[in-house]
């Protein structure tokens, strides 16, 4: 019985025209748009909000923004994690526009505006709390979550506003801390998973073939002496030969 089988990768597709047509209406990546959107990011602190005269346009700040609260929400935690994500995540994707910066301009726009982050963030999960946004507990960083403070009204006394701001601080703090670790352990392996990747797939091919050869040959050896320590005499004398076969 045959299985669902995928389409041809190169194949082409009639796919929306839009990148909008990918993201619902009522997803609520929306909301982190239209929230930053109406930022007035220069009085929060944060740095490079006007764009050069002269020179290389640099990103936007809101854009980059957009992309550190998407992270923070969906607990992404490393900048070349985060880069990736502009690359394959379709949310990302619409929320950047299909920008695509790279981790370390990232990483450098957490750097910049580390103390800005706090008062933006700690607007946004209160705000979100009102609306009852992303659930009805705030997800956290590390898997567990802001309570709610008052779910009939979803109001805040003064004393509960103030312990909510202080959890979403220090999610935040967390989060930050995270992104820090991630960045300094991949930097460590940067490049590992991906350099001269089409060359270690042409390599595996090869060894596959290499080793389905060798099982088949200790399978008839195995069948004819009914030892394993002949098939590795055998194999390795094979090996031993071959080798001094080139040095010849």
């Avoid at 949310?91 to 790279?102: F, G, Q, S, Y």
Wanted: proline share 2%; charged share 30%.
């Amino acid at each position: 019985m045959a299985h669902i089988s995928g389409s041809d990768r190169s194949q082409l597709l009639l796919l929306p025209e839009a990148i909008d047509d990918y993201v619902d209406v009522e997803n609520p990546v929306r909301f982190i748009d239209a929230f930053v959107d109406e930022l007035d990011l220069k009085s929060s602190g944060f740095a490079r909000v006007e764009g050069k005269v002269i020179g290389r346009p640099g990103y936007d700040p809101g854009d980059l923004l957009k992309l550190y609260i998407y992270g923070y929400l969906n607990r992404v935690r490393s900048s070349r994690r985060l880069e990736a994500e502009c690359h394959r995540n379709m949310e990302v994707i619409w929320l950047l526009r299909t920008l695509k910066p790279d981790f370390k301009t990232i990483a450098d726009f957490r750097s910049d505006n580390r103390a800005a982050f706090k008062s933006v963030f700690r607007e946004f999960t209160v705000l979100c709390r009102r609306l009852d946004l992303f659930g009805r507990e705030l997800l956290a960083i590390d898997g567990t979550r802001i309570k709610a403070v008052n779910n009939k009204d979803k109001n805040f006394t003064e004393a509960s506003l103030d312990k909510f701001i202080a959890a979403a601080d220090k999610k935040l703090d967390d989060y930050l801390a995270r992104l820090d670790t991630g960045d300094k352990i991949e930097h460590a392996m940067a490049g590992a998973r991906t350099r001269n990747l089409a060359e270690k797939i042409e390599a595996l091919k090869k060894k596959r073939t290499q080793y389905a050869a060798y099982l088949k040959i200790t399978d008839i050896i195995r069948s004819q002496n009914g030892g394993v320590s002949a098939t590795c005499n055998y194999l390795l004398r094979r090996r031993t030969r071959s080798s001094s076969g080139r040095g010849s």
